[in-house]
């Protein structure tokens, strides 16, 4: 086994403080990664404090990691030490399925995810990457583009790609008008990359102080959306809306300014349901509501190429680990432009035995 350390949430009222475990030896088919960077993202919070009801405890966040390799195992053939890689929110699948055979593991019934998920090689639960190092499949191993900011690049494995998936689903494009709801972690990327893709990009968004970041992102336009008259302006208008707001809102105030046959997307995850929608705005315009995970490796490496070749990266703020708890708080007022990565160099060896242990004598 191969001795770790990181940083875990013991409870949901606790917070995160240093902890030591194991990792698996790597097998033929894995690769052994130091961690460089990790994003911190809203799901990381909803896990810690068991907001989805799900979290088995002491939980180690983290699946937005970069890191370079530094082991592999006899099979691999696409990594070798030295290398830089990432991990997304998957380490593992079944690979027989429907979904997996058509390069979308991230609907297998059965896919692995990076933290708080079984893990089929050990039979405990995944530690994710608020860590100094990870052990996964090389099937689920990124290449990371030497040419961007590797800590920028962190927050591509979640955020980036959970917005990249839509675009491409619904095949964004030039000729098309696409709007953007939130200007957050996931907003943020949503912008820029329907600017690459060659869309005519709206924010809209609640915060008049963000117009100014939303068109230097590549917005053309920002729309107030608690301005009635403004949205109203709008009516009938969008190809595609992407909605990445994560708190219950009104879905209606959105649908309305979908064209015929035009589609929203939900890729926010709310702790609670959004409001029930009138039908009837779906009905008379033949218009779509959907949703979207995250996307395949497949899909995933097609992002970071494509980013490296537009130079999009996320915004973001580096940390130390000593401040996670501070960080979290600061997500939930929206204090960060616009995604935490933790300098895992910040990281320091337990000064004590080497047990799964606790550093607060208080938990």
Same mark, same amino acid.
């Given at each position: 086994?191969?001795? @770790?350390?990181?940083?875990?949430?013991?409870?949901?009222?606790?917070?995160?403080?240093? %902890?030591?475990?194991?990792?698996?030896?790597?097998?033929?088919?894995?690769?052994?990664?130091?961690?460089?960077?990790?994003?911190?993202?809203?799901?990381?919070?909803?896990?810690?404090?068991?907001? *989805?009801?799900?979290?088995?405890?002491?939980?180690?966040?983290?699946?937005? $990691?970069?890191?370079?390799?530094? &082991?592999?195992?006899?099979?691999?053939?696409? %990594?070798?030490?030295?290398?830089?890689?990432?991990?997304?929110?998957?380490?593992?699948?079944?690979? +027989?399925?429907?979904?997996?055979?058509?390069?979308?593991?991230?609907?297998?019934?059965?896919?692995?995810?990076?933290?708080?998920?079984?893990?089929?090689?050990?039979?405990?639960?995944?530690?994710?990457?608020?860590?100094?190092?990870?052990?996964?499949?090389? =099937?689920?191993?990124?290449? +990371?583009?030497?040419?961007?900011?590797?800590?920028?690049?962190?927050?591509?494995?979640?955020?980036?790609?959970?917005?990249?998936?839509?675009?491409?689903? *619904?095949?964004?494009?030039?000729?098309? @008008?696409?709007?953007?709801?939130?200007?957050?972690?996931?907003?943020?990327?949503?912008?820029?990359?329907?600017?690459?893709?060659?869309?005519?990009? +709206?924010?809209?968004?609640?915060?008049?102080?963000?117009?100014?970041?939303?068109? =230097?992102?590549?917005?053309?336009?920002?729309?107030?959306?608690?301005?009635?008259?403004?949205?109203?302006?709008?009516?009938?208008?969008?190809?595609?809306?992407?909605?990445?707001?994560?708190?219950?809102?009104?879905?209606?105030?959105?649908?309305?300014?979908?064209?015929?046959?035009?589609?929203?997307?939900? +890729?926010?995850?709310? &702790?609670?349901?959004?409001?029930?929608?009138?039908?009837?705005?779906? $009905? %008379?315009?033949?218009?779509?509501?959907?949703?979207?995970?995250?996307?395949?490796?497949?899909?995933?490496?097609?992002?970071?190429?494509?980013?490296?070749?537009?130079?999009?990266?996320?915004?973001?703020?580096?940390?130390?680990? &000593?401040?996670?708890?501070?960080?979290?708080? =600061?997500?939930?007022?929206?204090?960060?432009?616009?995604?935490?990565?933790?300098?895992?160099?910040?990281?320091?060896?337990?000064? @004590?035995?080497?047990?799964?242990? *606790?550093? =607060?004598?208080? $938990?």
């Amino acid at each position: 086994m191969i001795k @770790t350390f990181g940083y875990a949430a013991p409870t949901a009222t606790a917070p995160l403080d240093a %902890f030591a475990f194991e990792r698996r030896e790597p097998g033929p088919g894995d690769v052994h990664i130091e961690i460089l960077y990790c994003g911190v993202c809203h799901s990381d919070l909803h896990t810690a404090r068991n907001e *989805w009801k799900n979290t088995v405890y002491p939980v180690v966040p983290g699946h937005e $990691i970069v890191g370079r390799v530094v &082991q592999v195992g006899s099979e691999v053939t696409a %990594f070798q030490a030295g290398d830089l890689a990432g991990v997304g929110c998957m380490v593992d699948a079944c690979g +027989v399925c429907p979904d997996c055979q058509e390069g979308l593991e991230q609907y297998c019934p059965t896919f692995t995810l990076t933290y708080n998920s079984p893990d089929p090689h050990t039979g405990q639960m995944t530690y994710g990457g608020y860590s100094n190092r990870i052990v996964v499949d090389q =099937r689920f191993v990124l290449r +990371v583009p030497k040419t961007l900011d590797l800590a920028a690049v962190a927050p591509l494995l979640c955020a980036g790609i959970t917005t990249y998936s839509p675009l491409r689903q *619904w095949k964004v494009g030039p000729g098309h @008008t696409v709007g953007v709801v939130g200007l957050g972690g996931l907003g943020h990327m949503a912008v820029q990359l329907a600017h690459a893709f060659g869309a005519r990009v +709206v924010l809209f968004t609640t915060s008049p102080g963000k117009t100014a970041d939303a068109r =230097r992102l590549g917005a053309d336009e920002v729309v107030i959306s608690k301005n009635p008259e403004e949205m109203a302006l709008h009516a009938n208008r969008f190809d595609f809306i992407l909605n990445t707001v994560a708190a219950p809102h009104n879905l209606d105030a959105y649908l309305q300014l979908l064209k015929r046959d035009g589609t929203m997307c939900l +890729v926010g995850a709310p &702790q609670e349901p959004h409001p029930p929608l009138e039908v009837f705005n779906l $009905i %008379f315009k033949r218009r779509r509501l959907a949703g979207s995970l995250i996307g395949g490796i497949r899909e995933t490496q097609e992002m970071l190429d494509f980013c490296a070749e537009h130079g999009i990266v996320s915004e973001i703020e580096l940390i130390p680990i &000593q401040n996670i708890n501070e960080a979290y708080e =600061r997500m939930l007022r929206s204090e960060v432009k616009y995604r935490f990565v933790i300098d895992m160099a910040s990281l320091p060896e337990p000064a @004590t035995g080497f047990e799964v242990q *606790w550093n =607060r004598k208080d $938990i």
